[in-house]
């Protein structure tokens, strides 16, 4: 799934889940740069947030 952020332009979003566990996958389309959030299954957009948060931060440090 893909969403628009306005700092970042196009991000997409990688969901998976393993028992009670979720992993978000957040990945730039412009660089291709990936990271990830691991958290409980019960709150994907939770994960999304700090996933984007994650991003952000790997972005500035290049």
Do not use: W
């Not at 959030?37 to 996933?51: F, Y």
């Amino acid at each position: 799934m893909a969403a628009p952020d306005p700092e970042l332009g196009e991000v997409l979003f990688e969901l998976t889940r393993n028992g009670p566990y979720l992993k978000c996958s957040a990945i730039h389309a412009a660089t291709g740069i990936e990271v990830s959030a691991l958290g409980p299954a019960n709150q994907p957009e939770a994960l999304k947030r700090v996933a984007i948060a994650k991003l952000k931060r790997a972005l500035l440090s290049r």
